[in-house]
């Protein structure tokens, strides 16, 4: 049984940092991609950042690049999210997601994953 299970978030000032980790287990995950997602209230759920297990290879939305940085750490079957310079607009909660290699939706695309973790709130205040 595949598990997700994110920790990190918490409440911070606007210009702050935080990291976010995603703990994975239950299966290899050489074959997936991984991705953070988040979800303001009243709004679409929104990708945020992906990174393909087997290559390290990322992609960011543009409203977090050069800010966010994505990365895993094979060892500990862990993904993390490390965010600087945070905004108010950033409040949310972020999820991570596992999608199965090969074809389908692109990976900005929630559609495209098959397991997600239950999420975890990041307010950033003014």
């Known amino acids: 049984q595949v598990q997700l299970v994110e920790s990190g978030g918490g409440l911070v000032q606007a210009g702050g940092s935080l990291r976010l980790s995603c703990a994975a287990s239950g299966r290899t995950f050489s074959n997936y991609a991984m991705g953070w997602f988040r979800q303001a209230p009243g709004k679409e759920r929104e990708f945020v950042a992906t990174?393909?297990?087997?290559?390290?290879?990322?992609y960011y939305a543009d409203s977090v690049k050069g800010r966010f940085t994505i990365s895993k750490d094979n060892a500990k079957n862990t993904m993390y999210l490390q965010m600087n310079s945070l905004k108010p607009e950033d409040t949310a909660v972020y999820y991570c997601?596992?999608?199965?290699?090969?074809?389908?939706?692109?990976?900005?695309?929630?559609?495209?994953?098959?397991?997600w973790g239950q999420g975890t709130q990041v307010t950033v205040s003014s």
């Open positions: 997601a596992a999608a199965r290699a090969g074809l389908g939706p692109p990976l900005t695309f929630s559609l495209r994953y098959d397991y």
């Open positions: 990174i393909t297990w087997s290559t390290g290879s990322t």
